[in-house]
């Protein structure tokens, strides 16, 4: 079994590393390899991962546009797909020789149009699995011509079939194992986790503002990510209703600690937060897929989106003033968590041997 991925941002990289853990543990015979770096190649892949990180950060108000114009004229968006695959397939073909897979599952949309193509021309032979990883489904992210494409939400599902997709499949996120159900912590106030994803974008410290500004009993954990300017700014505060973090491998715990998970990032982390059990905040979400999955994910009923700082003050108020709305976002969050992803890889497993 190859799981491919593509390190742009943090959340396709985490998505096919969950798969893998969770398939290994499945089954302890089969051989699962994961492959990080096939966008097109590795120096492709280093100029995608460079320019997203400076885009979302210096300018994601662009990036927001493209991702809008694409999403509302999808056949620009299949001429643009169809320009790059090629350079894929390419990098693909060596990876596919080395490993010889039964099964293929990817969970970065360029990749997986590699796939596709390979599968047009008769190339792959393996099953071939296209993984969603936002709760909002993109042109970029359908390709007919893979076998399975897996979605969170039934308004993706939707929206994928509506885009040409066949087999779509509504699942579980893909979330490490250590992301489970947890009891809401037993403490006076309430514990608000902050996070603006791997790369610590978005309008954090405006969040973080945001949160505090709530008053008395209110604190915020920040998970700062690879920004360190971040951190050091935030730390420097000296103020203790505020804890400021970098990368750190303990967010299972810090999420199980806290009472809210708030974010301006994509959906990894509000999918981490849901399978966990913990009501989702989405403070102005960064433009494009962070907006798009927000939106998703309250109209799902499993996350409340806060355009603007005054209205995450107002959102932390409310959670911490009336506990019979936090419980009904978490008992909402833990009934989405409930579903099975193991049995889902299990079903795959099976139909992958019967061909």
């Not at 080395?98 to 149009?113: E, I, Q």
């Not at 996120?173 to 603006?196: I, M, N, S």
């Not at 935030?234 to 750190?248: E, S």
């Not at 409310?318 to 099975?340: G, K, N, Q």
Request: aromatic share 4%.
């Amino acid at each position: 079994m190859l799981l491919l991925s593509a390190p742009v941002g943090e959340g396709h990289v985490a998505g096919a590393r969950a798969l893998a853990t969770r398939m290994r543990a499945a089954w302890p015979d089969a051989v699962v390899t994961v492959v990080e770096t096939v966008a097109g190649g590795p120096v492709r892949t280093r100029l995608l991962a460079d320019a997203y990180r400076v885009v979302m950060r210096a300018a994601p108000g662009l990036y927001g546009v493209a991702y809008d114009v694409l999403g509302r004229l999808p056949r620009v968006a299949v001429f643009f797909q169809r320009l790059g695959a090629p350079a894929t397939a390419r990098a693909l073909r060596p990876v596919l020789r080395r490993h010889t897979p039964d099964l293929v599952v990817c969970t970065y949309p360029v990749t997986s149009g590699g796939l596709a193509l390979l599968r047009r021309r008769g190339e792959l032979a393996a099953r071939a699995l296209a993984v969603v990883t936002d709760p909002a489904v993109h042109p970029f992210w359908v390709w007919p011509d893979v076998d399975e494409t897996w979605v969170m939400l039934d308004e993706a599902a939707e929206v994928a079939r509506r885009l040409g997709a066949t087999d779509v499949r509504v699942v579980p996120p893909a979330v490490d194992p250590r992301f489970a159900p947890t009891p809401a912590p037993e403490h006076h106030g309430l514990t608000v986790l902050v996070t603006g994803g791997s790369l610590g974008f978005g309008a954090l410290e405006d969040a973080v503002d945001a949160v505090i500004a709530a008053g008395e009993g209110v604190r915020a954990v920040v998970l700062c990510g690879r920004n360190g300017t971040l951190r050091a700014r935030l730390a420097a505060r000296r103020d203790p209703r505020l804890r400021a973090l970098g990368w750190t491998d303990t967010v299972p715990a810090e999420m199980a600690a806290a009472d809210v998970v708030l974010t301006t990032g994509g959906g990894m982390i509000a999918n981490e937060a849901l399978a966990v059990g913990r009501p989702v905040l989405f403070a102005t979400p960064v433009p494009g897929h962070g907006r798009a999955g927000a939106a998703a994910l309250a109209r799902a009923g499993l996350a409340v989106v806060c355009p603007r700082p005054p209205d995450v003050t107002a959102a932390v108020v409310d959670l911490r003033d009336a506990p019979e709305h936090r419980e009904r976002l978490a008992a909402a969050a833990r009934a989405f968590s409930a579903r099975d992803l193991d049995g889902a890889l299990t079903g795959l497993a099976a139909r992958t041997a019967g061909g």
